[in-house]
C-alpha cells in the first residue's frame, strides 16, 4: 500500500501504576448521546454501569447539534427514501446493512428518546415537526428548541442518567490505556480522575465490557466546529489495543462555520437547516455561486458545498464567503436562536446582515471499525457513535444521520453484551514501546493538518504533514492529561494522514487535487492497525457488494 514514511506510535501510554480500582459490569466511555444511551439501554438489561467522562458530563459534541436527527416519522416519507439519500452521500462506501439498520430502527430509537424525557418542537396539533436539511429529499429532521436540539438531547439524558442509582458517572476522567488479558480480551482500562477525594490520580476500571462513546476528533485541525474534548482519544486507545480502524480519510468539513478573523479551535457553526430554510450562499460581488454545481444548489451534500466554497476562496483570494438569511427576517430569530445568538456575539446581525462563513473540520465519519452490533475486532470491546465506523456514513455523512446512528447502534450495543457477557477476565501485563509527546506542539500539528490534510489534498502536502508530524512526535514529555491527550492527538493525524496519502482518488469528503475523480478499483475501505511494534499497517478491502 502507497504510503509516506509515517513516525511509530506507541502502543502504551506510560503511566504511574493505578492507585485505586473499582469494579463494574460494564464502562462506558464518554458522555454525549452515544455514551448515555448505552449506559441507560444497558440498564434496561439489568446490568451494573460506569460512565467515565473527560471533563464534565454536557461537555462533547451532542451537546452542540442544531439542526437535528434524521428518521422517517412522516407517513409520506419512507425508510427506502432515507435509505437512498444516505447510500448517495456515502459515494459508493456505505455497508446496506448499516443503513437499513439505521432507517429502519431509528423511528423507534426515536421514540424511546422521547419516552427518556427529550422534548422536539411540535406542530399545533401536537406532531413532530419536521423539516429538512443538505442531501434529504424529503422532510424528516425532528429538532428541538428550533436549532437547539443537541442542547435538549444531551439534557434529558444527563437527566435520566442522574435518575438512575446503578448508572456509576465519573467526571474528570481522562481514559489513558485499556486493560487486556492474556488472549486480548479487553477487561477495563486505566483512567486518571482529576477528583476532589476518591477515585484522584491514575486509578483503573475493571470490567467484562468496554464501550468506547469518544466522540470525534475534529481538534487535529486548527478551525472546528468540535469541543475541545473532541481529540480523537477513542481511536488512538482502540489502535493501542489492536483494534482495526478505517475510512479516517473522510473526515467531513462542515461547509459553514462563521467565519471570525483570527479564530482558532472550536467555532460556532451555521447550520445547513438556514439554507434549508432559504439561506443563499454568495461571493464578495453577492453572486450565488451553488446553482449549476448541483440540482440541490445551496442543499447540496456537504462536501459539494465545501469544495464549492473552497473555489470560491481560492478564486477570489478570500478567506471566507457569505450566507444572506436576511430575507428570512424575525422568522430567524424563533426558529434559530443559536445561530442569531452567536453572530449578535460576533458583532453580526443576520436580519440586516451577510454572515461571513467558511469551512471547518466537523465529523469523522470514519473511526473504529464495529460490526453491525457495535463490536470492533477485539473481544470484549465496542464502539458506539462518532468514534465508531459502522458502515452507515461511508464516505460522507448525511447531515442528522450521526445523533440517530449513535441512538441506534447503542441499542444494538446493549443487547449484544447482555446476550453474550463472560466472567471478569484478569489483565495481563501490558508491554511494547510507549512515550509521550510534548503538549506544546500541539498548535503546530493542528497547523501542518490543516495546510496539508484539511479539506484539500495531495500526495506533496501530505509528505509535507507526515514529515512535520515525524518532527514533532519525537518531542517527549512526562505523562499527565495534556501529554497523553497530545499523543492522542498525534497518533490520530498520523493514521489519518497515512490513509490520505494512501487513497489515490477523490471520493465524498476525501478531495485530492492530485486525483481528481474518483475510480472504481478505489471502491473499498483502508483498514488501518498498529502493530505489537508501533508500526501503522494499511490495508485495502474491496467492497463485497
Ligand atoms: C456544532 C455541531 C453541530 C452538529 N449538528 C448535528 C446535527 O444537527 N445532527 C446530527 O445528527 N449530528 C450533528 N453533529 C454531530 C453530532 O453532534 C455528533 O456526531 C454526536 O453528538 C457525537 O456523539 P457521541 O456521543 O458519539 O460523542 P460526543 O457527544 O462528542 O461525546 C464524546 C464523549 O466522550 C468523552 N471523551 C472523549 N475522550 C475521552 C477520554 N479519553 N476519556 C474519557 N472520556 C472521553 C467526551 O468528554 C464526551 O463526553 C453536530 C456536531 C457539532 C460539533
Known amino acids: ?9 506507541p502502543t502504551r501510554l506510560p503511566a504511574p501504576e493505578p492507585g485505586w480500582s473499582d469494579t463494574t459490569d460494564v464502562v462506558v466511555v464518554g458522555s454525549g448521546i452515544a455514551g448515555l444511551t448505552t449506559a441507560l439501554q444497558l440498564r434496561q438489561t439489568g446490568l451494573h454501569v460506569t460512565v467515565v467522562t473527560k471533563v464534565n458530563i454536557d461537555d462533547g459534541s451532542t451537546r452542540w447539534a442544531q439542526g437535528g436527527i434524521a428518521a422517517v416519522l412522516d407517513p409520506h416519507d419512507s425508510p427506502e427514501a432515507h435509505a437512498a439519500d444516505t447510500v448517495k452521500a456515502g459515494v459508493g462506501l456505505c455497508d446496506p446493512a448499516a443503513v437499513d439498520a439505521l432507517v429502519t430502527e431509528g423511528p423507534d430509537r426515536v421514540r424511546e428518546l422521547i419516552r427518556f424525557g427529550a422534548e422536539f418542537d411540535r406542530n399545533p396539533d401536537g406532531s413532530l415537526m419536521l423539516t429538512r436539511e443538505g442531501g434529504h429529499t424529503a422532510n424528516r429532521i425532528v429538532h428541538a428548541g428550533g436549532d437547539a436540539t443537541g ?27 485499556l486493560l487486556q488479558a492474556d488472549d486480548h480480551r479487553v477487561c ?6 482529576l477528583g476532589e477525594g476518591t477515585p484522584d490520580g491514575v486509578g483503573a476500571v475493571y470490567a467484562r465490557a468496554v464501550v468506547l462513546a469518544t466522540g470525534g476528533m475534529g481538534q487535529v485541525y486548527q478551525v472546528t466546529t468540535n469541543p475541545s474534548v473532541s481529540t480523537g482519544d477513542g481511536v488512538a486507545v482502540a489502535l493501542r489495543a489492536g483494534a482495526t480502524v478505517t475510512d479516517l480519510e473522510f473526515l467531513q468539513f462542515h461547509p459553514t462555520a462563521l467565519f471570525l478573523p483570527g479564530g482558532t479551535g472550536q467555532q460556532p457553526l451555521v447550520s445547513e437547516a438556514l439554507r434549508g430554510e432559504g ?45 444572506d438569511a436576511r430575507h428570512l427576517g424575525s422568522a430567524l430569530e424563533s426558529r434559530f436562536p443559536t445561530i442569531v445568538a452567536s453572530c449578535r456575539a460576533a458583532g453580526i446581525d443576520p436580519v440586516k446582515d451577510l454572515i461571513p462563513v467558511a469551512p471547518a473540520a466537523h465529523y469523522a465519519s470514519g473511526g473504529v471499525r464495529t460490526d453491525l452490533r457495535g463490536r470492533t475486532d477485539v473481544a470484549g470491546l465496542y464502539a458506539c457513535g462518532e468514534v ?25 450495543i446493549a443487547t449484544d453484551i447482555a446476550a453474550d457477557l463472560p466472567p471478569q477476565p484478569s489483565p495481563a501485563a501490558r508491554g511494547g514501546p510507549g512515550a509521550v509527546v510534548d503538549a506544546r506542539v500541539r498548535a503546530d500539528l493542528q497547523k501542518a493538518m490543516t495546510n496539508g490534510a484539511g479539506v484539500l489534498r495531495s500526495e506533496q502536502s501530505l509528505r509535507e504533514v507526515a514529515a512535520t508530524l515525524t518532527r514533532l512526535g519525537a518531542s517527549r514529555a512526562t505523562p499527565d492529561t495534556t501529554t497523553w491527550e497530545t499523543s ?5 493525524a498520523t493514521a489519518m494522514t497515512a490513509a490520505a496519502y494512501a487513497r489515490q482518488e477523490t471520493r465524498g469528503c476525501h478531495w485530492r487535487e492530485d486525483f481528481a475523480d474518483a475510480a472504481d478499483h478505489w471502491r473499498g475501505h483502508l483498514l488501518t492497525r498498529l502493530d505489537p511494534h508501533g508500526t501503522l499497517r494499511i490495508t485495502f478491502e474491496e467492497m463485497r457488494s
Open 188 to 193: 477495563g482500562l486505566t483512567l486518571h480522575v
Open 388 to 412: 465508531a465506523c459502522t458502515g452507515v456514513h461511508g464516505a460522507n455523512r448525511l447531515a442528522s444521520n450521526s445523533l440517530l446512528e449513535g441512538l441506534v447502534f447503542a441499542r444494538r
Open 279 to 323: 439561506a443563499l450562499l454568495v461571493d464578495d460581488d453577492g453572486k450565488r455561486f451553488m446553482v449549476g454545481q448541483h440540482e440541490l444548489a445551496e442543499l447540496a451534500p456537504r462536501d459539494v458545498v465545501a469544495k464549492a466554497i473552497n473555489r470560491v476562496m481560492r478564486a477570489d483570494d478570500v478567506d471566507h464567503v457569505w450566507l
Open 488 to 492: 492522542n492527538l498525534v497518533t490520530v
Open 1 to 9: 500500500m502507497s504510503a509516506p514514511q509515517v513516525p511509530a506510535q
Open 151 to 177: 442542547a435538549e438531547v444531551q439534557r434529558a439524558l444527563h437527566a435520566a442518567v442522574r435518575r438512575d442509582p446503578w448508572i456509576r458517572l465519573i467526571e474528570h476522567a481522562l481514559v489513558v490505556d
